[in-house]
Structures are given as C-alpha cells and as structure tokens.
C-alpha cells in the first residue's frame, strides 16, 4: 500500500511537469512570434508603411484563420471585401503576397519577373518531386534554366505536339467507341473517369511510346496522381511554423506520407526507365517517346536518373490532371446551358464532312466557337485557380508598395477571372465575349493578357500549354458531335454538386454522370 501512495504521490507531482513540458513548445511559440511582430513593425515603419496592407490579424496565427479549405475563394473575398488588389497575409509565421488584379499580376509575371522567377521551399515538393528537380518547383537558377531548356527544345516543342496527333485521334477513337456503346444500352457514362482515361492514355504514349490502357500500370499512374495532387498543393502546417517543424513536432506526418509517394512513384518510373535503357535506343527520331529523348540527352544536360523522373512527373501531372479537369468542367458548363451546347453542337456538325464519325484535328482550325466556349471555361473556373507560387529573391516596388524579399507571392486567377472591373458580366457563363465583337474578343491564354492567366506568365509559364490544349480541344469536338447528353432519370442540371476539392489542380468531389444519345450527323 506504501508503494501504490508513493507512486500516486509521485503521479501528482509529475503531472505538472508533463504539462509544462507540453505548453514549452507553445510558449517559446508565442515568445518568438511576439519577437517577429515587434521586428515586422519595425521594418514596417522604416518603409514609412509602404508594404502591402493587410487585414486584421489574430495573434501567433496571424490571418491563418481566414484561409478556407477552398483559399482560392477565401482569398477572393478578403480581397473583396477590403479592397486590396496587393495584400500581404501572415500566415502563421509565412509572409504572403496576395495578387488579386491584373495589373498586380503584370507587375509580378513581367516588369518583375527577374525578382519573382523562383519558387519557396516546400517539403512535400523536395521529397515528391526529388529534391525539386522538376521544371515546376526548382528554384530559379542554372539548373531550371537548363531544365526549361530542355523541355521547350526536346520534349514539349509545337512539332512534337504535331507528331502526337495521331495517338489523340486514336485515343479519341476508342474513346467515342465507349460512349457508343453505352448509349446503345442507355447507360449513363462516368464522364470524369472516361476523360481521366483518356488524358491518363494520351500522357502514357507520349512518355513511354505507348498505350497502357490494358495494364495495371495505367490505373497506378492515375491513382498517384490523384492521392499526390493534394498534398503538392495543399497548405501544410510545417510551413507556418517552421520553428516546431525543425524539432520534428508537425512535419513527421507529411514527411512520412511524402516519402511513401516518392517510393510508389519510384517503382514505377524506375521500371519505364529501366524497360527503355534495356533496348539500348539511342536514336534521336522524331517520333521518339520522352523517356528516350531524355536518356539520349542525358550526358548533354548532366541529367540524373532522379531529375529524369522529376521531369517526368511534370508530364504527368500537367498532361492528365489538368486537361481532364478542364473537359469537365467545360461539360458541366455546357450541360447546365442548353443554348450555348445548341451553338456549340450546330458548329462542330456543320463543319464535319458528312459521314465522317470522328472530329479530326484538321477539322478544328475552323472551329471558333469551340475555342471561345474552352476559353470561357479557363476564365469562370481554372482548374489551377492559384497559380503556383512565387518567391520574391529581392524587395521590389509595386504600385508605391514594397514588397520585400524572401515572401512569398500567389497569384488568384480565380479572383481576376471573376472580377467585374475587367470582366463584364463576370459571373455568368458566355463564349461569345471571345468572339469577334465581344467585349474580349483579342484577349488570350498566351502570356500577353493579365486578366487571363490560366497557364500563367512571362519565365514560369506552362510550357505544356500546346500539349494540353491539343488534347482538350480535339476530345470536346468529338463529345458534342455525335452525341447528345442528357441527366439521369430523376435529375436535372442544377442538381450537379459542384463541391471542390483544392489541390494542385482543383477536382469535383462528386462523379459526373451523363447518358449519351447518339445521333445520326
């Protein structure tokens, strides 16, 4: 019985301790933030208050509390609802930049571009994306210089993009065939899932020469994709506070799920690798696949087997998330708008030669309202709606306000799509703005015009634009041209569930099904 005392004494007067040795971490916290506060309001006046307002903060967490699991929109509102087209956040302990208007945006992606080139640290990226040797992530430099290179000469050039036709027309073929099929058995289509396969087979054959449409390898590079995306693009807590993070306290999770990615992608890029050096294929032919133009310039660019899948995974990532993302929501669109479908479905059938079952590429130059309708939809919902982000390598003046060095900066292209200053009617769904007459009829996705940025601007532009485009343009002809669609017995567009889920690319939480009728054109 004395021992069982002793022991409960001994419980009592540890207790405690434990929570003193718990609320050390948090207390150091606030001790080094109230430090940080004092220091941010020093610089603060030495810049006369020049730096980019802010809303109201929280202490310790700053204005963390305000970004929603959609940022995209919680930043449009805040910027909204204080008026500021520059803002600065604190997030935790991560300052943040927040560029909500075009000529915000113009300042950023080219009369600065030299400052804001580079990209900040992230764990998930330098473990996902091996050490962040990828085009996307590295920072700016030598060696993403060498990369972008590379990519714009070898991999990603408008004549490769030609030379890939021939897969897209046939992709889309066996895509078509599907949806015949089910329309003869009145079944609905998991449109997601069809698009997704279809962009998921597109990527494959132009990485690795072929379709692996009839493989376990196909539904592993999607089902990466889909559990990577996320965590490339969410926002992580050893980011804010990077002070716990070195002690292990917040990152141990991310890193371990990281790693378990990086080793799931390794085994399968590793094993095309290895398949491709096993043929010893040197050649440098025009219809080479990409893991052959990479391992035949290698030596030439000092490649590393880890920098060849890093740039590989960008190929990806860019080539099926994003463009089966786009289709649909265009789809969506079109579905939830009869007359703009009508319109759409009136051109493609018009220009078609009778008879003719597929939409070939040639077929599409005439195609204007087509290229207005996927515009639109890059504008009211880009699937990236905050582009990557940026990373300020020297303070720079923007507009009368400083930003200053080493923060970083996020570019909502949600919030300038939608902006009604430079949009009219901003909210509402019509091609026929990019037409000519329209209210922006020369405006375009190219780099050139900042209150459209779907793909981004100046150095870090997308360099799949082309890629991506190809494929989204050639599939959304062929779903509208021998095909009506229709909702689910029981359901009507509005009926759709629009929930998102943020990521590296935006998605629908929701399956999209549509029953096809076919008709006779």
Known sequence: MANIAQQQFMRELTAPRAWMLLLLPVFLLLVRFSLSAKRSRKIRQQQNDHVPPSPPALPVLGHLHLVGSLPHVSLQNLARKHGMDLMLLRLAAMPVVVVSSPRAAEAVLRTHDHVFASRPLSLVADVVMYGTTDIGCAPYGDYWRKTRKLITTHLLTVKRVQLLRHAREEEVSTAMAQIGEAAAAGAAVDVGDLLGAFTNELACRAVMGKSSRNEDRSKLFRQLIVDTSPLLGGFHAEEFFPFLARFGVLSKLVRAKS????????????????????????????????????????????????????????????????????????????????????????EVRSIVPSGQDIVSEADLNSMAYLRAVIKESLRLRPVTPLLAPHFSMASCNIDGMVVPAGVRVLINVWAIGRDPRFWQDAEEFIPERFLDGGSAAGVSFKGNDFQFLPFSAGRRQCPGMNFGMAAVEVMLANLVHRFDWEMPPGKEARDIDMTEEFGLVVHRKEKLLLVPKLVRV
């Not at 920098?307 to 939830?336: H, P």
């Open 259 to 346: 790693e378990r990615l990086r080793r799931r992608w390794d085994e399968l890029l590793d094993r095309l690798i290895d398949d491709h050096e096993s043929k010893r294929h040197e050649s440098k032919n025009e219809d080479d696949d990409f893991i052959h133009v990479l391992l035949s310039v290698r030596q030439e660019y000092g490649l590393t087997r880890e920098n060849m899948k890093a740039i590989l995974l960008d190929v990806f990532f860019g080539g099926i998330d994003t463009a089966a993302s786009v289709l649909e929501y265009t789809v969506i669109e079109l579905i939830q708008r009869p007359q703009v479908m009508r319109r759409l479905q009136a």
